[in-house]
């Protein structure tokens, strides 16, 4: 059954701390998306790759937060310093932008990492 | 800009009860795709459909079915006999369709069924 897989699960951590988050998208998938969960915004894209190229980082705040793809099966998204307003869960989301038109373009998301910062 | 919106923060049913989830969304481009996800209590994101704007035939799958109406900007989800496993937070979305896109979602519809 293949899944997308968020590691850790669950952080804590204290304000300017680094905290990095990995993705391990389900294999074969060339896109990859990070989105944001929070109760006032609700869930709001931060980042997305195409074939381990970014796309779209305009939704992540520059200073503090990194995405990159160091290979097909691996994204991480790095924060910082950590700051407690980045308290949410990280969803990591991949898919397919090629081959029939039944399979591509609907993204399958991992379970996600729930960070909160003291 | 894409805009989608689910008027219902929650719904509350007892088991066997048919529910109706609403959907409204605002996009200018005359083609796109929309969404449904699920996020149970363990708080994954399930994906459930999704229908390009083109396609306006309604579909059914098992207890859930889907009415997409483009006159309306609504696409509507109904859930009939209505389970406690159904209970959950459910997400309506909307996307480009050139290339793949990001997920704009709505804000959400948790559903409680008791028993």
Not at chain 1, 1 to 29: N, S
Not at chain 1, 94 to 112: H, M, P, R, V
Not at chain 2, 72 to 84: G, K, P
Not at chain 2, 98 to 115: A, Y
Request: negative net charge; proline residues 4%.
């Amino acid at each position: 059954d293949a899944r997308v897989t968020q590691t850790p699960r669950h952080k804590v951590t204290e304000m300017g701390q680094e905290v990095t988050m990995r993705c391990q998208p389900i294999l074969g998938h060339n896109t990859v998306f990070w989105y944001r969960q929070t109760m006032m915004q609700g869930l709001e894209l931060l980042a997305y790759f195409r074939n381990r190229a970014p796309l779209d980082d305009s939704g992540m705040p520059k200073d503090r937060f990194s995405a990159e793809m160091p290979d097909a099966t691996l994204a991480t998204l790095k924060i910082q310093p950590s700051e407690p307003r980045d308290s949410a869960v990280y969803f990591c989301a991949s898919g397919l932008d090629q081959g029939t038109e039944l399979a591509k373009n609907i993204q399958y998301f991992g379970a996600g990492t729930r960070l909160s910062v003291l | 800009a894409q805009k989608v919106t689910q008027a219902q923060t929650e719904i509350s049913v007892v088991e066997k009860e048919d529910v109706t989830l609403d959907c409204v969304y605002e996009t200018r481009d005359t083609t796109y795709y929309l969404f449904w996800y699920k996020q149970p209590p363990s708080g994954e994101l399930v994906f459930l459909i999704r229908r390009n704007s083109f396609d306006e035939q309604n579909e059914i799958s098992g207890r859930y079915s889907w009415n997409f109406q483009k006159s309306t900007s609504s696409f509507n989800f109904t859930i009939t006999a209505s389970q406690v496993v159904d209970s959950a937070v459910y997400f309506c979305a909307l996307s480009e369709y050139t290339g793949f896109q990001k997920l704009v979602f709505g804000t959400g519809t948790r559903l409680l069924v008791s028993p």
